[in-house]
Every structure is written in structure tokens, then in C-alpha cells.
């Protein structure tokens, strides 16, 4: 099975602050990749596929990009609703795997 | 608008069955394959089952293979989850989600809120 190592594992930043979550995939997926946001409550949500292109409705706020096999997620002008939740998502092979996780707090 | 209610969840012993059920509107349930993932208590996400959108493709994760059967009704718009053999470890948020319609993508661009399953004596 792929191995999707997120990090970090939570993160705390203030308003308007810019934060990037990571994911490094255990082998080559190419740009089979995907991000989610988690609020409580509310169900997911897919931000970005292919690993850079955004998903429908998505703000550009939130930008993904890879090197190699890490894959970066960056989320611009930190606003009340960017709190949750983050998952990377590897849609390579089968087993479909998930990264652990990043909880975004305000500070 | 596309929605997908999940039903079914509960506290069950272990080694009891349980089916769970999505209902799907808003969207040509028929034309999308569709899956489960489930989220232990303060875990990470775990991908489970998928179904093609004519039932031709069925896929399993290894930790639920052979004591899991998921299945569809086109006809009722809805999405099916049997568990049988429950152990502790299932214990988890199940969530259906839907399958992103283009056809080499494994991305879910819906899903529902979840419904909890508890195995537990």
C-alpha cells in the first residue's frame, strides 16, 4: 500500500496568516493527488485533484503544488472558515490511502 | 443539489451484522460509481469499499474484505453497506461519498455527513 505521510500534525496560525500542510508519498504517484477539508460537522470537502487544479467552486486562496513526491498544500489570507481539518488523498493505486491529517487552529 | 444521507448506524456487539444505507439525490445516481470510507474516533480517514455505477466493478480494503458487501439500487437511488463479523476495530464514522466522473479519477467530490457505528458488548 502507498503510505501518505502528512505533516504537521496540527498547526495554529492567526488571520490573515498564509499556512502550507505537506504530504510525502511513499513512492511515485505522479499527480495523483488530492486535498480535503474537514470542518466538525459538515462533510468533507475536495479542494483540489490532479494536485494542483482546484476543484469546482473552490477559492484560489487554496493552491497545491508538487515536488516530486511531496505534494504541498498552501491556503492564502486565513479566514474563520479555513479552521479544520486537512487530508491528503493518493488516488493512484488501490488501496486508496490517506494522509493523517493536519487540524488547523486559530490562534 | 447533490446530497447523500447516510442511515443505519448504531451500537452492535461484535461478531453481529449491520447494514447501513445512502440515499443519493440531486445528481444521476446511475452514472457514478460510488464508495465507502469510514474515520475511527480521533483518526485519519480509511478508504473501504467501492462500487461501479452498474454494480460490474466491486472493490474491497483488505480489512474488511470477505466480512463487508457493498451494493446499489439504481432504481432507489441508494447505496448499501453490509457488515457482517463486526469486530472492535470498525468501531468508525462511515461516510458514502461519490466518485468524481471522469474515468480515470479516484477523487470523491461529494460526500454525506456519516452515520456511527459502535461495536461494542
Known amino acids: 500500500d502507498i503510505q501518505m505521510t502528512q505533516s504537521p500534525a496540527s498547526l495554529s496560525a492567526s488571520l490573515e496568516e498564509i499556512v502550507t500542510i505537506t504530504c510525502q508519498a511513499s513512492?511515485?504517484?505522479?499527480?495523483?493527488l488530492a486535498w480535503y477539508k474537514q470542518k466538525p460537522g459538515k462533510s468533507l470537502q475536495l479542494l483540489i485533484n490532479?494536485?494542483?487544479s482546484l476543484a469546482d467552486g473552490v477559492p484560489s486562496k487554496f493552491r497545491g503544488s508538487r515536488s516530486g513526491t511531496q505534494y504541498s498544500l498552501k491556503i492564502s489570507r486565513l479566514q474563520d472558515e479555513d479552521f479544520g481539518s486537512y487530508y491528503c488523498?493518493?488516488?493512484?493505486?488501490?488501496?486508496?490511502?490517506f494522509g493523517s491529517g493536519t487540524k488547523l487552529e486559530i490562534k | 443539489e447533490v446530497q447523500l444521507v447516510e442511515s443505519g448506524g448504531g451500537l452492535v456487539q461484535p461478531g453481529r451484522s449491520l447494514k447501513l444505507s445512502c440515499v443519493a439525490s440531486?445528481?444521476?445516481?446511475?452514472?457514478?460509481?460510488m464508495n465507502w470510507i469510514r474515520q475511527a474516533p480521533g483518526k485519519g480517514l480509511e478508504w473501504v469499499a467501492y462500487?461501479?455505477?452498474?454494480?460490474?466493478?466491486?472493490y474491497y480494503a483488505e480489512t474488511v474484505k470477505g466480512r463487508f458487501t457493498i451494493s446499489r439500487d439504481n432504481a432507489k437511488n441508494t447505496l448499501y453497506l453490509q457488515m457482517t463479523s463486526l469486530r472492535s476495530e470498525d468501531t468508525a464514522l462511515y461516510y458514502c461519498?461519490?466518485?468524481?466522473?471522469?474515468?480515470?479519477?479516484?477523487?470523491?467530490?461529494?460526500w454525506g455527513p456519516g452515520t456511527m457505528v459502535t461495536v461494542s458488548s
Open positions: 490532479d494536485a494542483t
Open positions: 461519498a461519490r466518485r468524481t466522473g471522469r474515468a480515470r479519477d479516484w477523487y470523491f467530490d461529494f
Open positions: 440531486g445528481f444521476t445516481f446511475s452514472n457514478y460509481g
Open positions: 488523498q493518493q488516488a493512484h493505486s488501490n488501496p486508496l490511502t
Open positions: 462500487i461501479s455505477s452498474g454494480s460490474s466493478y466491486i
Open positions: 513512492q511515485d504517484i505522479g499527480n495523483w
